[in-house]
């Protein structure tokens, strides 16, 4: 059973650039839910796709989307960097029945650099 | 507004004994809590979780106490090793919703 995976490992953009973070989610699990985690704070929840739409959204601008693919794994968009964006991306992955998700499992994370 | 607090930053403990990592949360809609682990560098892993229909899971070293009338959870590590040394998460989340998670509490055990 491989776990959550993320790629790449470190990123580095400039301000106005666009970015795309990769996951594959965890064999056996169905949904994935992606996290900004700033430093010093707790994980922030951006959003979650299950069945290859988006399935709940955090407080984030439209300039964050996402894709989920019928593997199960997902990409992260974040359009117009700005400074802030720089943060630790982290991919969860679980299994969804019915209307809630079960414990999620997270992988490595991306760290974005903003320059 | 933060719904799942973690008021302290910082905990140390001496091997051997027992670390407790508390807590608070102000939705009292919330059914379902974890505590996750992260070492510098790497995602958070899943360590227990307890339901609202529950007061106390165990796990090992590990035992989450929950009172939901005072809206509040912790984790107990007994006994504390120097590998236990991160920064532990609770999250929460109540029926059909995503987690929401605390700001975090780096312990340090101390050899």
């Known amino acids: 059973e491989t776990g959550v995976t993320q790629s790449p490992t470190h990123l580095i953009k400039t301000r106005g650039q666009q970015v795309t973070l990769r996951c594959s989610s965890q064999?056996?699990?169905?949904?994935v839910s992606w996290y900004q985690q700033a430093l010093g704070q707790g994980p922030q929840f951006i959003f979650q796709?299950?069945?290859?739409?988006?399935?709940g959204r955090g407080n984030f601008p439209p300039r964050f989307s996402g894709l989920q693919f019928p593997n199960y794994s997902s990409e992260l968009n974040v359009n117009a960097l700005e400074l802030d964006d720089s943060a630790l991306y982290l991919c969860?992955?679980?299994?969804?029945?019915?209307?809630?998700?079960?414990?999620?499992?997270f992988g490595p994370g991306t760290r974005l650099t903003v320059l | 507004d933060q719904q799942v607090k973690q008021n302290s930053p910082s905990l140390s403990v001496q091997e051997g004994r027992i670390s407790i990592l508390n807590c608070d949360y102000t939705n009292s809609m919330f059914d379902y809590f974890l505590w996750y682990k992260k070492y510098p560098a790497e995602g958070p892993t899943f360590l227990i979780s307890i339901s609202s229909i529950k007061d106390k899971n165990e796990d090992g070293r590990f035992t989450v106490f929950l009172n939901k009338s005072a809206k509040h959870l912790s984790l107990h590590i007994v006994p504390s090793q120097p590998g236990d040394s991160a920064v532990y998460f609770c999250a929460a989340r109540w029926y059909g919703q995503n987690f929401v998670f605390g700001p975090g509490t780096r312990l340090s055990v101390l050899p």
């Open positions: 796709y299950y069945r290859e739409e988006e399935n």
């Open positions: 969860a992955s679980s299994f969804r029945s019915g209307v809630s998700t079960d414990t999620q499992y």
């Open positions: 064999s056996g699990h169905n949904t």
